[in-house]
């Protein structure tokens, strides 16, 4: 094999190396063609952010997804329920209110939401965030329930009725 041959293949192989410095008149440099990623996150890596599943709290950069290409643009996973979930859900719920969140999770219940929460856990970090009463009043709105009769207020009128009944059999 001649000399440059051999410098030929140094030169391929150096060139299609990502991680190559260059010289240059200015002194060394990096690789021209080496593949920079600018990762856009819109939010500060120790933000404190919040899993809409678990609603732990938690820093994001703690929330971010390696993959083979480098931090994924799209998916996150929190690291507390180790569920996964889209990133604008992430840097949305930052900004939501109670009536928001329950806006968000009740068309998503038909698909599996109570399944991947731990209620307890859940519903305790709810009222921690104050939550409780706003989220369930929208919720249920949202819901379609019937917020006719309870079953208290149901029992109550079923004794008052029977006790209506007996005082008009009643002999006289």
């Known amino acids: ?39 856009n996150l819109m939010v500060p890596p120790d933000k404190k952010v919040t899993c809409p599943f678990c609603l732990g709290l938690s820093e994001f950069r703690l929330f971010l997804v390696s993959t083979k290409k480098g931090i994924s643009r799209s998916m996150v996973k ?10 604008k859900t992430v840097v949305g719920m930052s900004k939501w209110t109670a009536a928001e969140y329950a806006g968000w999770v009740q068309p998503y219940s038909r698909s599996g939401f109570w399944k991947k929460v731990n209620f307890n856990l859940w519903k305790r970090r709810l009222e921690l965030m104050g939550w409780t009463q706003e989220f369930w009043d929208r919720y249920k709105e949202l819901k379609g329930e019937d917020r006719g009769e309870s079953y208290e207020d149901w029992i109550m009128r079923k004794q008052t009725e029977q006790h209506e009944q007996e005082v008009m059999e009643a002999p006289q």
């Open 78 to 87: 929190c690291p507390l329920c180790k569920q996964g979930l889209y990133l």
């Open 1 to 39: 094999m001649s000399l440059e041959h051999k410098r030929y293949e140094r030169q391929v192989k150096a060139g299609s190396d990502k991680h190559q410095l260059v010289f240059t008149s200015q002194g060394v440099g990096s690789n021209p063609k080496a593949k920079t990623v600018d990762v």
